[in-house]
Every structure is written in C-alpha cells, then in structure tokens.
C-alpha cells in the first residue's frame, strides 16, 4: 500500500522504542483534523483521505525550509490584475485551502 503512493517504507528494529520517532513523524504531519473531525468509513476511504493529505502536504503546501516552496516545486501565479478575485481551492475535503487569483468576469 504504501509503495504505490511513491513512500519508501523504513523498516525499524523490533522492540527498539528509540525509534518510534520515525513512525511518530508522520503522525505528527498528519493534522489532527483529517481524523478527528472526518469520520473514516473503512480502509479505502483512509487511504483516500491519506493519498489527498500528502499530495497536498507535496504539491500546495509552503514549507519554510524551502523557502516558501513546495516539496516538488511550483511554478509562481502570474498575477492576474487588480480586478481579480481571490477564490479558495479546497484540498483535503476542505480542511485545507489553497488560494489563487482568477480575473473578474
């Protein structure tokens, strides 16, 4: 499952509490909304939620030590002049937003 998302799983020694940070990093990215406030019908609707997480946390996502770009690099908006509108592009079942300007009509 997690290959076909383009993850290489680490494999971690058993019984080695020391490295429960590298599971605990992933935990830790996944925002607490996806599962508290969405309620998971069974493992396909999960790894749907899942797969729309990290291709917003790869592609939308501003990381600081990145310079304000994403994981796989984005190109800038032009902007589109001072009579654009601003709309919200919903990611993640509208827990997350991406903005961008559209001209007016």
Known sequence: M?????IEPLRTAFRCPWQN??????VATV????LDHV???????LWHLLSEFVDYYQVDRAHLAL?????????????PGV??????LLRVGGLSRRYAG???A
């Open 2 to 6: 997690i290959p076909s998302m383009g």
């Open 21 to 26: 940070g590298t599971a605990e990093r992933f």
């Open 31 to 34: 925002p607490p909304e996806l």
């Open 39 to 45: 309620i998971v019908l069974n493992q396909r609707h």
């Open 67 to 79: 310079g304000k770009d994403s994981s796989v690099g984005r190109l800038v908006e032009p902007h």
């Open 83 to 88: 009579t654009a509108t601003v709309i919200a």
């Open 102 to 104: 559209r001209r007016a």
